[in-house]
């Protein structure tokens, strides 16, 4: 069997020739072709010369792997089949892939996150054989072997880390070639650290009511962006805090559900997944006490309703002095514009017609029955009782109109 080897190497999805040939031997032997067991004569071709037999197995490996390849030979001598067997063990080659990173076997590509002084250990693996070379590249440097360890500084944020790997063939029978084969892949570092502390951290002005309260704060912008906000509080002088994650973009935050009249504590902190932040300086207030703000929402709305109560007595007060004023008493001799008016001619009846409408006047103010009144001081006593008649309502003229009262108005 040609090679002569025990060992080959042929290569993936290239056509490798093995060779079988036999003795003389009559009749002439049959010569089958085997891998791993499973026939492929039909892979191969034979001729006879005499009685010899050669055959040639065109073999096409088209999986990556190792297998047994064998050559039987097979004749018969006095009715008994007599065989011959002679077998190679072949490694197929095949070129070197595109390698791949992984960090505690995960596989990572691109832009790789890790974390500021972490021991971070990187692998490269790529399929090959011969087996590949591992050869890495980290600023400037070159290291040897899959697998690589490095302590993650801040300056390296932003480096590139190459993996390189090659195989070189082997001829069939295992001796080098001048065929081989390399790829490479590339990730880069992105270095993160905790974040900073949030900064101006404060209570809103004006926020605080009986069990809610506003607080703010800015990010800092040393540091790398947290991921979430995480903030702190308790009643002054309690053992233990609350706590309440927040995203990163928030800058502030309503805190409900305290309890009135008490003093707290709040602080906060900044987290992402290379760290915590320290936490910031404690901000204290205090809730409000809903009895205080009843007294004084109480004590404003009796002043206004005692304002109120004030201005409206005074302006009381202030309408009966003015009406007061306006009242003009009716003096002795008010009626004098009555008598004047008479002529010496008028007689009696005529003069009770034109008194008629101030008795009905009086009749309404209540002004009647009353004897001797002053207005009649300057009328003769013999004309007094037509008048006491009209401001006793004791006068026979019935048909006296309201609208014949004089335009002034007299009063007791």
């Known amino acids: 069997m040609d090679p002569t080897v025990c060992t080959s190497y042929p290569k993936y999805n290239d056509t490798t020739l093995y060779t079988c040939i036999t003795s003389p031997s009559r009749p002439r032997a049959a010569i089958n072709w085997f891998e791993d067991g499973r026939n492929i004569t039909n892979m191969s071709s034979s001729t006879y010369v005499s009685d010899v037999t050669a055959s040639v197995l ?11 390849i064998s050559c ?13 067997t002679r077998s190679t063990t072949a490694f197929v080659q095949f070129r070197v892939s595109k390698p791949t990173v992984s960090i505690n076997d995960v596989n990572v590509s691109g832009i790789v996150t890790v974390l500021v002084g972490d021991m ?13 070379v591992y050869t890495w590249n980290f600023q400037g440097h070159s290291f040897e072997g899959p697998k690589l360890e490095l302590h993650i500084s801040s300056t390296d944020n932003g480096s590139t880390l190459g993996c390189s790997v090659s195989n070189e063939l082997l001829t069939l029978t295992g001796s080098p070639s001048a065929t081989s084969y390399s790829d490479w892949t590339t990730i880069i570092l992105k270095v993160v650290s905790p974040p900073r502390s ?11 009511t009986e069990n809610s309260v506003k607080i703010e704060w800015i990010l800092s912008e040393n540091g790398d962006d947290p991921d979430t906000i995480t903030l702190f509080w308790k009643i002054e002088n309690m053992p233990y805090w609350n706590a309440v994650t927040i995203p990163s973009a928030t800058k502030s ?16 902190t900044a987290e992402n997944i290379a760290g915590v932040s320290n936490e910031t300086y404690i901000v204290t207030f205090e809730t409000k006490d809903s009895a205080h703000v009843a007294s004084i929402v109480g004590g404003v709305i009796g002043g206004a309703f005692g304002l109120i109560f004030f201005c409206t007595i005074t302006f009381v007060i202030y309408r009966k002095c003015l009406m007061k004023r306006d009242k003009q008493p009716l003096q002795e001799n008010s009626y004098e514009d009555l008598t004047k008016t008479r002529s010496p001619t008028t007689d009696l009846e005529s003069y009770s017609t ?8 009086y009749e309404e103010t209540g002004f009647h029955g009353r004897s001797n009144p002053t207005y009649l001081k300057d009328v003769p006593q013999e ?17 006296v109109m309201a609208t014949q009262i004089n335009s002034r108005n007299y009063s007791n």
């Open 383 to 399: 004309q007094q009782e037509n008048y006491e008649y009209v401001g006793n309502i004791k006068s026979q003229q019935k048909n």
């Open 72 to 84: 039987v030979a097979i004749y018969e001598y006095r009715e008994a089949l007599i065989s011959f």
């Open 120 to 132: 971070v250990r990187f692998y490269c693996d790529a399929a090959g054989f011969p087996l590949p």
């Open 253 to 268: 935050f309503y805190l409900q559900g305290l309890e009135q009249g008490k003093r707290y504590e709040v602080k906060l």
């Open 58 to 68: 065109r073999y096409l490996p088209t999986v990556n792997r190792q297998s047994n």
């Open 354 to 361: 034109s008194a008629g409408p101030v008795a009905e006047c």
């Open 198 to 208: 949030p900064e101006q951290a404060h209570i809103k002005a004006d926020s605080v």
